[in-house]
């Protein structure tokens, strides 16, 4: 028996497996293409024959392929290998594919985590890794301390589904910032100036930005969008015309700027032009009823 079973060998799953062995447990490791575990193997991993084997060998699984999809492909056929072991599915997914997930690992007698890789392979194992969990609190518990190897760990309750939900909002987050980035490096290098002299100012106002956030947070908990109002929708609505029109005249697309005009004026449309930009968040939550 190992401590440790992982199943997926891309770059990620590499990288889980390499951390484990770092902090000196002894690992199984199996992937659809055998070639991929013969690094490992020199680190000191066991290469499983089969998924069946590599089941077998360990009271917690760790699994990190593409989909959901393939994650049932792939643990299907072991049978009643998964029963009594703890299932923890590191595979990029919705909430409501790790919910289906977890009543399968329930029903083949496993116990189910789902988990969200906050962090790109190179950090795995350091202190800036964010690995969020979800699913069984008991199994939570018991392997904790294994599952520190990869990073820092943030558990989020019992319903499988909170993991991902968190990580695609994360994530979501993360490309509206890059989003708008791009764009802003499209317009001012339309101008000549260089992305190198631009960047830091852009950074610092980002991060300026972020201080908005709890105000934001404060606002959409307590439904009142209305108060210690700086800039107000409306406000924002009409200068952001100047956004698009500029972009346009130099030359640069508009696609990722429009869809915010558009929820702007809808805003408007409804009478918030006196709220905060965070009452777009319950135009969002609305909208998904005509979607």
């Known amino acids: 028996m190992s401590d440790i079973t992982v199943i997926g060998l891309g770059a990620m799953g590499t990288a889980l497996a390499e951390a484990f062995l ?22 000191g991993a066991i290469v499983a024959k089969s998924v069946e084997e590599a089941v077998r060998s360990s009271p917690l699984i760790v699994v990190c392929l593409l989909v ?55 950090m795995i194992g350091g202190p800036h890794a964010l690995i969020l969990y979800s699913g069984s609190s008991q199994a939570f518990d018991a392997c904790s301390g294994q599952l520190g190897a990869l990073g820092t760990s943030k558990y989020l309750g019992e319903d499988a589904g909170l993991a991902p939900l968190y990580d695609i909002s994360l994530l979501t987050g993360m490309y509206g910032m ?17 992305a190198g002299e631009f960047t830091p100012l852009l950074a610092s106002w980002l991060q300026a930005m972020q201080g908005l956030l709890p105000q934001w947070a ?74």
């Open 68 to 122: 959901y999809d393939t994650v049932r492909e792939t643990l299907g056929p072991t049978g009643a290998a998964l029963s009594g072991r703890t299932l923890v599915n590191l595979t990029n997914g919705t909430p409501e594919q790790a919910r289906a997930m977890s009543g399968w690992a329930l029903s083949q007698g496993a116990l189910y985590i789902d988990g969200g890789i906050m962090a790109v392979p190179p």
């Open 218 to 291: 404060e606002q959409i908990d307590s439904g009142d969008h209305t108060s210690n109002v700086a800039s107000s929708l409306g406000m924002q609505a009409d200068a952001y015309i100047n956004l698009v029109e500029a972009s346009r005249s130099a030359g640069v697309s508009a696609e990722l700027v429009l869809p915010m005009q558009s929820l702007m004026k809808r805003g408007v449309a409804a009478g918030q032009a006196n709220a905060d930009l965070s009452s777009l968040v319950g135009l969002l939550q609305r909208s998904k009823q005509g979607a």
């Open 22 to 43: 770092n902090q000196g447990h002894k690992v199984t490791v199996w992937n659809r293409s055998p070639a991929k575990a013969e690094a490992l193997a020199t680190k």
């Open 178 to 194: 890059f989003s708008g980035t791009l764009h802003a490096l499209a317009l001012t290098g339309a101008a000549g100036i260089p």
